[in-house]
């Protein structure tokens, strides 16, 4: 089964940069992915999804609208590793962030245990 492995949270001030990174057991490039993806749940609210890429060669990012122009999605098929550059960050966007694995067969998702990010004011 797919094991999906974050770091890179932690604390910043409003207006920093971190980068999540999310490491799978199994290729990203096998028939078994069709996308990665990062998901954000922040206290008292609905997990979201924050970005998604295709695992394919043309790796097609999509991005929620509150994160377009200051967050970029990207893989590294060789590491079979996912990443996630977030700038210029707000309060908004403190909360706990999970990979995520869209696969083609059973069980279908795979998840990640989370990282915390947190931006203070």
């Known amino acids: 089964q797919v094991q999906l492995v974050e770091s890179g949270g932690g604390l910043v001030q409003a207006g920093g940069s971190l980068t999540l990174s999310c490491a799978s057991s199994?290729?990203?490039?096998?028939?078994?992915?069709?996308?990665m993806g990062w998901y954000r749940q922040a206290p008292g609210k609905q997990r979201e999804r924050v970005a998604r890429?295709?695992?394919?060669?043309?790796?097609?990012?999509i991005y929620a609208d509150s994160v377009k122009g200051r967050f970029t999605i990207s893989k590294d098929n060789a590491k079979n590793t996912v990443y996630l550059q977030m700038n210029s960050l707000e309060p908004e966007d403190t909360g706990v962030y999970y990979c995520?694995?869209?696969?083609?067969?059973?069980?279908?998702?795979?998840w990640g245990q989370g990282t915390q990010v947190t931006v203070s004011s």
């Open positions: 995520h694995a869209d696969l083609s067969g059973w069980p279908y998702n795979a």
């Open positions: 199994e290729s990203i490039v096998s028939f078994s992915f069709n996308a």
């Open positions: 890429i295709t695992t394919d060669s043309g790796g097609l990012a």
